[in-house]
């Protein structure tokens, strides 16, 4: 006797046929343990698709890969590669919404009248969701198929396209660029010419209208206790311009001086 | 007699569910603690009571050993980088996972509004019309735009990006798509694995 397991959603529909092959636990009833069909009807189909553990299996790992790599944002670097593939299910997301299955007339058991290539299954988000829930919900009850599972596992570093990752790293590779294109322009550029301290020594200022403290460096800020004993006067006017005449209450001591 | 032990530490069934992915120094990567606060926002964004649905969820999902308070849970979500009170700790991956948890359990219980959203946004679309002519898409997209532009520091280049409403309304659509996965029988571990995409060894 055939044991049916319906996994019904607002979006899909699974119909699963099968037999067991253990003992029935008296609790949970009988266990679904070999598929002899599948039905399932989802997305934009007319008709719904027949086929049997293979189409299964093929929709249970195209719809694993896809869904986690557009919930991450990383798409697959084998992605491309995997869906070569021609004797498998594909799902990929849509340029502008929604995805794309494709499904090999291989996997099923009844060829659709209207077409002689892959079938080709349209799907909004929604109904990707109840796709993907009804696989869960298959996989999750221990009473159908207790042998089918999937191992939900994150894409590792190498698996990831390195797509995202150059688009994740432009401003990083922007700015590098920036640096050596201003660094090739600076070498370019003529190194600027010291120019020659002034030979002789400039007077004492004369717009200078207070007269410094005795011994007390002109220019020097007040804040500044101890002024280079190396140091000539004649070196130290160019402060001036910057800074205010110390006044000679403000002025260091020239007992502070060394 | 190890059992016994009174010594012994309780461990969250959560916790085991959810497997440690291979990351370096067993801590949660920039991505993964962007992307779980981004999520956790648009459910708040569902739910005006979300966060303190969250916080009451920890006690019932026995993950009050993980974040023990309202502070600690506070702390866990700034450590995504791009918020404005961004402080410099690290996630450790059980308190992402009890992040994690609370969230879906949270989200569960929006499964129907969350539905209903997507189901009005695509019919909008359908019309060529915006966002704005639904008044419960609408309240979602606004208090999205409030929360993320409270906390989230504008200096940073990836919030400047979400300078205009249109391309902040694209970011909260998306992420309403994810919390739909997060509703599913395995979102928990489907939205747990994702994070870590590109990040493991």
Known sequence: ?258 | MQADSPTEQFTSPILKTLPDPDVPAQVCPRRTRIQLDFVLLAIEALDLYASELMLMSLEELQLQDVIENRVDFWQSRNTNPLRRSHQRDSLSLDKAKALVAVGCHIARRQTAQVRQLLNVQRQLAAKQLTPDHSVPLANYLERFRRHFRSRMNPNRTAIAAYKENERLDELALSLLEQVLFCTGTAGMERFWSSLFDGEVA
């Open chain 1, 1 to 258: 006797m055939t044991i049916q397991r319906p996994f019904i959603l607002p979006n899909c529909t699974l119909n699963l046929e099968g037999i067991s092959n253990s003992f029935s636990d008296a609790v949970l009833g009988e266990s679904l343990d070999v598929l002899l069909r599948l039905e399932c009807q989802f997305g934009d189909l007319k008709k719904p698709l027949i086929g049997g553990l293979d189409l299964l299996n093929s929709l249970i790992q195209a719809t694993n890969q896809c869904t986690q790599s557009w919930m991450s944002g990383v798409p697959h670097r084998r992605l491309t590669q995997l869906n070569q593939d021609e004797s498998a299910v594909h799902l990929l997301p849509k340029e502008e919404d929604g995805f794309e299955l494709t499904i090999p007339t291989e996997l099923l058991n009844e060829t659709p009248s209207d077409t002689d290539g892959p079938v080709q299954v349209g799907l909004t988000t929604l109904q990707l969701f109840d796709l993907v829930e009804a696989l869960d919900q298959l996989l999750a009850d221990q009473q159908t198929l207790p042998n089918l599972s999937l191992a939900v596992r994150p894409l590792s570093r190498a698996e990831a396209a390195s797509g995202q990752g150059l688009q994740k790293s432009a401003s990083a590779v922007v700015g590098a660029a920036s640096v050596a294109i201003a660094a090739s322009i600076f070498y370019l550029l003529p190194v600027p010419q010291a120019s020659a301290p002034p030979k002789d020594p400039p007077k004492a200022e004369p717009t200078s209208t207070e007269t410094p403290a005795p011994g007390t460096l002109p220019g020097v800020p007040p804040i500044q206790v101890s002024p280079s004993p190396g140091e000539s006067p004649g070196e130290s006017p160019n402060l001036e311009s910057t800074e205010e005449s110390p006044s000679p209450d403000a002025s260091p001591e020239p007992e502070a001086s060394p």
